[in-house]
């Protein structure tokens, strides 16, 4: 387990349902066009790995789908199974799945590859469990950020926020890859996947200002982990920066309506 691999087992314990509560229904989006990407169809065994609340293994199981989920989190897999009860749902960790060779004939992987130490590893152990021919769909967030995924960094840079040392910056430089359609065609290239492609999806995320920054302020992701660590003063500056930036957002009715951008990609086992 690397270091960035441990700060975020820490980062995640215990905030289940403030992720569910927050940015839940950002990571939502994607949804569909994940589950069409990898071919999910009625009688489609489907392993959907970094599950979190369940949200693509309802949705997968919606479908017809045969679900399998596994989640890092034991209180994800508890909410996961709470969601989709007739679903398999177990703790997993990237990259070594408690799955045989070719089990599954997709794999569906949300927000997951860049929450882990060694992407490669972990694409790597996706093929593995697909069975010759299966299909593997996953979605991470473009860099650079849109504008409405970057308000939150903004603030924190413009209140003073100051990185922890005990809080990894990234990944190590032989582990990491470009956030862009080629970067991450290349990766799943090098984990020995076929037909890799990519596409960016970009979308308008529409959210109170107090739900988007409940997140934060529980220590949700890398944002909240960063937000956590300060000062109280600090806190309350970077809460200020909060409101004055997300004027640029605010749309009539009072909401924020914050672009994003994801990267969705594909390939074959």
């Known amino acids: 387990m690397t270091v960035f691999d441990r700060s975020e087992r820490l980062i995640w314990a215990g905030r289940s349902a403030d992720y569910a509560a927050s940015f839940a229904r950002l990571c939502a989006h994607t949804v569909p066009q994940l589950l069409d990407a990898a071919g999910v169809v009625a009688g489609t065994r489907l392993l959907d790995v970094g599950t979190g609340p369940g949200t693509v293994a309802a949705a997968g199981r919606a479908r017809g789908a045969s679900v399998t989920a596994v989640d890092a989190d034991p209180g994800m897999v508890d909410m996961a199974a709470r969601a ?87 990944l190590a430089p032989e582990d990491d890859f470009s956030r862009d359609e080629s970067g991450l065609t290349a990766l799943l290239d090098a984990a020995g996947l076929r037909d890799a492609a990519c596409e960016t999806l970009r979308w308008t995320h529409r959210v109170g200002a107090e739900e988007w920054w409940s997140g934060p302020a529980a220590g949700v992701a890398h944002v909240g982990a960063l937000l956590s660590s300060q000062t109280p003063e600090v806190r309350a500056e970077v809460r200020r920066q909060y409101d004055l930036l997300g004027a640029e957002f605010t749309t009539p009715d009072g909401l924020l309506g914050l672009p994003h951008a994801a990267l969705l990609a594909r390939a074959r086992h």
């Open 84 to 170: 989709v009860p007739d679903a398999d749902v177990r703790v997993g960790i990237l990259p070594e799945l408690p799955f045989a060779d070719g089990t599954f004939d997709a794999v569906t992987a949300n927000f997951v590859v860049n929450h882990v130490g060694r992407p490669r590893e972990a694409l790597t152990e996706l093929r593995r469990v697909l069975r010759p021919g299966g299909r593997i769909a996953l979605t991470i967030w473009a860099a650079p950020p849109a504008p409405g995924q970057a308000l939150m960094g903004r603030a924190l840079r413009a209140g003073g926020a100051v990185r922890p040392p005990h809080l990894p910056a990234g």
